[in-house]
């Protein structure tokens, strides 16, 4: 027995599955529901902060590479020093 589950978040879904070992035990495994609610909350806020850093990284890129580039033009300017564990 599998046990699907569907959360959406925004405009995005999400199939949360049970492994059977769990559906096989079910009966045993029930929580109340407000306990129930609390994890149900803890995975959706999870899955949101994955769908910001994701928003977040993919709207940096453009500024991520002119970081790159600017380090770049400046370590072949000789304006950077080669750093190793001692001399951190």
Do not use: C
Not at 34 to 45: C, F, R, S, V
Not at 71 to 86: D, R
Request: proline share 3%.
């Amino acid at each position: 027995i599998s046990i699907f589950k569907t959360l959406g978040i925004g405009e995005f879904k999400y199939r949360l599955l049970i492994s059977p070992n769990i559906g096989q035990n079910y009966a045993e495994l029930v929580l109340p529901a407000k306990e129930q609610d609390a994890i149900a909350a803890m995975i959706l806020e999870e899955l949101e902060d994955e769908n910001r850093w994701g928003q977040a990284f993919a709207s940096s890129q453009n500024a991520l590479a002119q970081l790159a580039s600017a380090t770049v033009a400046e370590h072949h300017s000789g304006q950077t020093l080669e750093l190793g564990p001692e001399t951190l």
